[in-house]
T-cell receptor, first 115, second 111 residues
Framework: GAVVSQHPSWVICKSGTSVKIECRSL??????MFWYRQFPKQSLMLMAT?????????EQGVEKDKFLINHASLTLSTLTVTSAHPEDSSFYIC???????????FGSGTQLSVL | QKEVEQNSGPLSVPEGAIASLNCTYS??????FFWYRQYSGKSPELIMF????GDKEDGRFTAQLNKASQYVSLLIRDSQPSDSATYLC???????????FGTGTRLKVLA
């Protein structure tokens, strides 16, 4: 299957700081990438859809000024959690859509802990 | 509200048995169906996808789809302890990029 790389795997930060998470499609071009959030023992919650060269589309209830998404190229999307707070602590997962194949492949996820 | 529902489990089966995981969905326009396996602390891994009614087999895994009943299932034959994980059902509606995930079923295969 397609390879999606996500970094960092885990990050611990202080409250009020910003954290950037990178998501790269390594062996294909991803015009569309998705960012999910997952709390323990819960399912994936779609936060936003990222399209290369355009503004991200955020799901209802997700603050676009807090979760900044940039999809600058066909292989890279970034999620920046600005002014992080302890309630932002979660497992963040990116995924890339392979287009015609309709399959969704996931990055390895980033565990964010905000102290 | 488009929904995908799964029994959260845990579903416990003995090693070597068949594990049967079920998923129902509410949107009749759904066209593509996926099963992902997620180990604790890891991201989901695609194990099966199915688009047409009927069965699709891949090794020890069989996906079954019944669009009339809005039901999709995953069978795991000869279950192994390494199959112990949470299995997520995902549904994609034609014409959209959105995948709706169920809450997952936790499977425990007992050695």
């Amino acid at each position: 299957g397609a390879v999606v790389s996500q970094h960092p795997s885990w990050v611990i930060c202080k409250s009020g700081t910003s954290v950037k998470i990178e998501c790269r499609s390594l062996d294909f071009q991803a015009t569309t990438m998705f960012w999910y959030r997952q709390f323990p023992k819960q399912s994936l919650m779609l936060m936003a859809t990222s399209n290369e060269g355009s503004k991200a589309t955020y799901e209802q209830g997700v603050e676009k000024d807090k979760f900044l998404i940039n999809h600058a190229s066909l292989t890279l999307s970034t999620l920046t959690v600005t002014s992080a707070h302890p309630e932002d602590s979660s497992f963040y997962i990116c995924s890339a859509w392979t287009g015609g194949g309709e399959k969704l492949f996931f990055g390895s996820g980033t565990q964010l802990s905000v102290l | 509200q488009k929904e995908v529902e799964q029994n959260s489990g845990p579903l416990s089966v003995p090693e070597g048995a068949i594990a049967s995981l079920n998923c129902t969905y509410s949107d009749r326009g759904s066209q593509s169906f996926f099963w992902y396996r997620q180990y604790s602390g890891k991201s989901p891994e695609l194990i099966m996808f199915i688009y047409s009614n009927g069965d699709k087999e891949d090794g020890r895994f069989t996906a079954q789809l019944n669009k009339a009943s809005q039901y999709v299932s995953l069978l795991i034959r000869d279950s192994q302890p390494s199959d112990s994980a949470t299995y997520l059902c995902a549904v994609k509606t034609s014409g959209t990029y959105k995948y709706i995930f169920g809450t997952g079923t936790r499977l425990k295969v007992l050695a």
